[in-house]
């Protein structure tokens, strides 16, 4: 079975701190896609990045970094230095390779305080 | 440029109502998808059309009519809604996979699901 878990309901934190979105997932397969999405309060889902299951190299994205950890099957999203309108509901997802499906975590809502 | 344009952006219709929602996107996407999403919950998908052919149906009710008169074009139908229904509908786009399941294509192609603004549905 395919799941994914993202144990921190909430996250709040003062602008410029650091702050790390936890993501762990479950599957089989030997090959797959995660994901992160943004969803600010205006309801659009913002993608983020896909990350192959092959991929060796954790990727940063200006104030953005995403760390890949298979032997812990986690997929941990930082901001550094957040600013406000870094608030919003952020997703973790997993797809197989063999179909449409995004199996999508709970969600984490981001907020950060001026 | 990733954009996927849904109207209208809110919507309200009594049970008796028929109204439709509609999905646009000039990407070249040959994937387009369907899906209903709660107050704090993740997104659940309903439907999903590739090349213009309904592949996927999560066992919606029938009450909800997906159409996808063509590639770059994806409706809603709506009648005799419930107020459980009530949600904000996204509709999301991407490149196909290699078959009509969503598998991921030989060729590389990354199937990456870009949505849009969604429409925020009241059934009273």
């Known amino acids: 079975a395919q799941k994914v878990t993202q144990a921190q309901t909430e996250i709040s934190v003062v602008e410029k701190e650091d702050v790390t979105l936890d993501c762990v997932y479950e599957t089989r397969d030997t090959t797959y896609y995660l994901f992160w999405y943004k969803q600010p309060p205006s309801g659009e889902l913002v993608f983020l990045i896909r990350?192959?299951?092959?991929d060796e190299q954790n990727e940063i994205s200006g104030r953005y970094s995403w760390n890949f950890q298979k032997s812990t099957s986690s997929f941990n999203f930082t901001i550094t230095a957040s600013q406000v309108v870094d608030s919003a509901v952020y997703f973790c997802?997993?797809?197989?390779?063999?179909?449409?499906?995004?199996?999508w975590g709970a969600g984490t809502k981001l907020i950060i305080k001026p | 440029d990733t954009e996927v344009t849904q109207t209208p952006k809110h919507l309200v219709m009594g049970m008796t109502n028929k109204k439709s929602l509609k999905c646009e996107q000039h990407m070249g996407h040959r994937a387009m998808y369907w899906y209903k999403q709660k107050a704090k919950k993740p997104p659940e998908l309903m439907f999903v059309y590739s090349y213009e052919k309904l592949s996927i149906n999560e066992s919606v009710p029938s009450r909800f009519s997906p159409e996808c008169p063509n590639s770059s074009l994806l409706n809603l139908h709506l009648h005799a809604l419930q107020p459980e229904d009530s949600a904000l509908y996204l509709c999301?786009?991407?490149?196909?996979?290699?078959?009509?399941?969503?598998?991921?294509?030989?060729?590389?192609?990354?199937?990456?699901?870009?949505f849009g603004a969604g429409t925020r549905l009241s059934v009273l």
């Open positions: 997802a997993l797809k197989r390779h063999s179909n449409y499906q995004l199996i």
């Open positions: 990350r192959n299951s092959f």
């Open positions: 999301a786009s991407s490149l196909p996979g290699g078959d009509p399941r969503g598998r991921e294509s030989p060729t590389g192609a990354k199937n990456i699901q870009y």
